[in-house]
C-alpha cells in the first residue's frame, strides 16, 4: 500500500544545489539573469502579484483612462509576461493587442490561455530593445508591472525606450509602470521568507548594488521534500520620478505626465518587494525628426546588375530574354532615372562580369541579377558572393540567405521552429523507390530546389495516387537530381507580405496582397504556378489578379510577424516576400521565402507598394536606402571648383 500510495504522489521538482551564505549578492548575479528567470517558478513566486486578477483589472483600467484608447486603437503590451494585460483587454473588446515578451515560457502561456478563452491576441518572442516590430504602427505601448529596467547598463534601458519611440504612431502614447526607486531603496526587505503554497516556500536577500542605483535581490525557493529547486539572482534599476523623466525627455518623448502611485493587491499579503508602490506615468510619442537641410552632396555611384540577354534562360519562356523581359528591363531604367541623386550604370555582361567588377569604381551594387550567374538560377548566390570577395556593398541577400532559401525543405523547418504554421509535407529523395507518399487529397508537388515556379504547373495539384505518381515521374525526368516535396494543398485564399528595410534599423511592411482568382475557370487548381509568369497565352497569366488583403487587423499583423522573425532568421536584407495560404479550416501557412524576390514593374512587390500609393520609383529608392544605411553608406559633399586664383592655382571648397 505504501508503495502504491508513494506513486500517487506529485512528481516533485528535483533538488539543487545551494550556494549558502552569501557577502556580496552584486557579485553572483549574472549580466543577463532575465534570459532564465522568467519561467514556471517566477509564476508560482509571484502569483500572488501577476496572478491576481483585481491587480490586473486596476492596471488595464490605468491603461485604458490615461492613453484614452478606443476599441480600435492598436496596442503593444512590451515585456507582457504570462500576457495578463493583453488578455484583459480582448476581454473588454479591444481588438488590435499584441503582446511581446523575451520568455518563450511565457509567451507559450499567454497563447495557451488565449486560446483556451477563445481571445484574439497576438503574442511573440522578441527583445524589448529591438522586437523587430514595424515602425509607426502602434498608437499605445505599455510597460506594465515593473518590467522597465532590467538591463545592467541604462543605455539599454534608453534603447527601450528610443525603440518605443519609433514604434508609435506621432499621437501615440506610452504608458510606464516602475518601481518607485526613491521608496524602495529606502524601505526594501533584507531578508524576508514565506510560504507560496503548500509544498514551497522562498527566502529572499536584498542589497543596494555600489553604484546605489540598482536593488539586487536573491531567491532560494525550497520544496518541503526534496529541498532547494533554485537559487536565483535578479536586479532592478531603482529610477526616481525625476530620473526617469529626464530619461524620456532625453528619448524625445513629449507632455510627460505623472499619475500617482500604484500599490499592489497580493493574495498573500507578505513580501511585495518592487511591485510594492509603483509610479504611473505617460508620454507622448517623439516628434519626428525634422530632416536636416544638405548642401549640394556629391551623386551616389550605383551598379545595377542583370541577366544576360545574350545568353539562353532556362526558366524563361522558350529558354531566352522575350519581349517582356526588354520591356521590363526599360522600366526599370526609365524609373531609376528620377532618382537624380544617384548615378546609374548597367551591367548584363556575363562574359566579361568578373573583369567588370574586378574594375569598377563604385558606392553600391543594385543586385537585380535574379536570374543567376549565366542565367543559371543555381548560381543566383555565386553573384554576392563575387560581391563579397570584392568587397563591393551591394543590395540585398548575401549568398548564405540565398542558398538557404532555396530550398524549401530547409525554409519550412526553420519556420517550423518559429512557430510559424506551415503545410504538412513529404520530402522525397532522388531516386527514392520506397518514400511514403501521403494519403491525403489533393496535393501539391514541386521540386525542392527551385525557382520562379519551376516544376509547379496546372497538373502539379493531384486529387488521386496515380496522378500523384504521374506526376512525380514527370518532375523526376524534368528534374533528374532534385528531391520532390509533395505537401497537403491548400485551398484557402493567397496572400503575401513584404517587407523593406533591415531588422536593426527597422523593418516596414508593405500593404498587404490577396491573390484573386475568381476569373479562372473553376476546373483549374488555383495555384500560381509556371503558367502564370512565364506564359502569356495562359489563362493562369491572363485570369489572375491581385487585390489589397480585407483581413482583420489582427492577422495582418500576425502575418507580417511571422514574416519579420523569418526575415531576421533566415539573414533576409533590405527587402523580401513571404507568401502564404489559407488551409480549409482558415489556418494561414507559409508558402515560401523570397529573399530577392521580383523587382519588375508588375511584380507582387510593386504591386503592394501601390495599394499604398507608392509609385515604382519610390519603391526602388527604399530598397537602395535600406542598402545605404545597413552598409553605412553616406553621400559625400560636392567639390565645387572655383574660378583660378593669380598665380594659376585653382582652389576648391566644399558644397
Not at 517587407?499 to 479562372?520: H, I, K, M, T, W
Request: hydrophobic share 35%.
Amino acid at each position: 500500500m505504501a508503495t502504491a500510495s508513494k506513486a500517487k504522489r506529485p512528481r516533485r521538482a528535483p533538488a539543487r544545489s545551494c550556494l549558502g551564505p552569501v557577502a556580496d549578492l552584486e557579485s553572483h548575479l549574472p549580466a543577463e539573469w532575465w534570459r532564465k528567470l522568467f519561467n514556471a517558478l517566477y509564476v508560482k513566486t509571484d502569483g500572488d502579484v501577476v496572478e491576481n486578477a483585481e491587480n490586473t483589472r486596476r492596471e488595464v483600467d490605468f491603461i485604458v483612462a490615461a492613453a484614452a484608447i478606443q476599441p480600435h486603437s492598436n496596442i503593444l503590451d512590451l515585456c507582457c509576461g504570462q500576457g495578463r494585460h493583453c488578455l484583459e483587454l480582448a476581454r473588454r473588446g479591444f481588438k488590435q493587442v499584441m503582446g511581446v515578451d523575451r520568455s518563450r515560457y511565457l509567451i507559450r502561456l499567454a497563447k495557451k490561455r488565449a486560446q483556451t478563452e477563445g481571445l484574439s491576441v497576438a503574442f511573440k518572442e522578441g527583445d524589448a530593445r529591438n522586437p523587430r516590430l514595424t515602425e509607426s504602427t502602434f498608437d499605445c505601448v505599455a510597460i506594465m508591472g515593473n518590467s522597465f529596467g532590467y538591463f545592467s547598463n541604462k543605455q539599454d534601458d534608453e534603447k527601450v525606450l528610443n525603440t518605443v519611440g519609433k514604434l508609435l504612431r506621432p499621437s501615440g502614447q506610452l504608458v510606464l509602470d516602475i518601481t518607485d526607486g526613491a521608496y524602495m531603496a529606502e524601505h526594501f526587505e533584507r531578508r524576508s521568507w514565506e510560504w507560496i503554497d503548500e509544498h514551497h516556500f522562498v527566502c529572499r536577500e536584498r542589497s543596494i548594488s555600489a553604484d546605489k542605483e540598482r536593488l539586487i535581490s536573491r531567491e532560494v525557493i525550497v520544496n518541503d521534500e526534496t529541498g532547494v529547486i533554485a537559487d536565483q539572482f535578479y536586479a532592478e534599476r531603482l529610477y526616481t520620478r525625476e530620473s526617469i523623466g529626464k530619461l524620456l525627455e532625453k528619448t524625445g518623448f513629449r507632455n510627460i505626465r505623472h499619475h500617482g502611485h500604484a500599490e499592489a493587491v497580493s493574495d498573500r499579503d507578505q513580501d511585495l518587494g518592487m511591485m510594492a508602490r509603483r509610479i504611473l506615468l505617460t508620454a507622448d510619442a517623439p516628434q519626428l525628426p525634422a530632416r536636416k537641410a544638405r548642401g549640394k552632396m556629391q551623386k551616389l555611384d550605383v551598379t545595377v546588375l542583370l541577366g544576360d540577354p545574350r545568353l539562353p534562360d532556362g526558366v524563361k519562356r522558350n529558354g531566352e530574354f522575350n519581349p517582356e523581359d526588354f520591356d521590363t528591363v526599360r522600366k526599370l531604367k526609365d524609373a531609376l532615372s528620377e532618382l537624380t541623386s544617384y548615378k546609374f550604370r548597367y551591367l548584363d555582361n556575363h562574359a566579361t562580369l568578373e573583369r567588370d567588377l574586378s574594375d569598377l569604381r563604385t558606392d553600391l551594387v543594385l543586385n537585380f541579377c535574379d536570374e543567376g550567374y549565366n542565367n543559371d538560377p543555381f548560381k543566383e548566390l555565386h553573384v554576392p558572393a563575387l560581391l563579397d570577395v570584392l568587397g563591393i556593398p551591394y543590395t540585398g541577400a548575401n549568398p548564405a540567405t540565398l542558398a538557404a532559401c532555396y530550398d524549401k525543405g530547409l525554409v519550412r523547418a526553420v519556420a517550423q521552429g518559429l512557430d510559424v504554421p506551415v503545410p504538412l509535407e513529404t520530402y522525397v529523395r532522388p531516386g527514392d523507390q520506397g518514400a511514403t507518399l501521403p494519403s491525403v487529397f489533393p496535393a501539391l508537388l514541386k521540386p525542392n530546389y527551385g525557382d520562379s515556379s519551376q516544376g509547379i504547373t496546372k497538373d502539379a495539384v493531384v486529387n488521386d495516387e496515380k496522378s500523384l505518381l504521374d506526376y512525380l515521374e514527370r518532375l523526376r525526368h524534368e528534374f533528374p537530381k532534385r528531391p520532390i516535396l509533395v505537401q497537403e494543398y491548400l485551398t484557402g485564399s493567397e496572400y503575401t507580405v513584404g517587407l523593406v528595410g533591415n531588422p536593426d534599423q527597422g523593418l516596414r511592411a508593405l500593404a498587404l496582397l490577396e491573390v484573386d482568382f475568381s476569373r479562372l475557370d473553376p476546373s483549374l487548381p488555383r495555384i500560381l504556378g509556371y503558367e502564370s509568369k512565364w506564359e502569356p497565352d495562359s489563362p493562369y497569366w491572363t485570369q489572375i489578379r491581385y487585390h489589397e488583403a480585407n483581413l482583420p487587423e489582427h492577422v495582418q499583423g500576425q502575418l507580417i510577424e511571422h514574416s519579420a522573425r523569418l526575415f531576421e532568421r533566415l539573414g533576409c536584407r533590405d527587402y523580401a516576400r513571404f507568401d502564404f495560404r489559407a488551409d480549409a479550416k482558415g489556418e494561414i501557412k507559409l508558402l515560401e521565402v523570397n529573399p530577392n524576390p521580383g523587382w519588375c514593374w508588375d511584380g507582387k512587390l510593386n504591386i503592394m507598394a501601390g495599394f499604398q500609393g507608392m509609385r515604382y520609383t519610390e519603391l526602388l529608392s527604399q530598397i537602395l536606402a535600406a542598402a545605404e544605411e545597413r552598409a553605412g553608406i553616406v553621400a559625400k559633399p560636392q567639390i565645387l571648383a572655383l574660378p583660378s586664383t593669380s598665380n594659376g592655382q585653382t582652389m576648391a571648397h566644399s558644397g
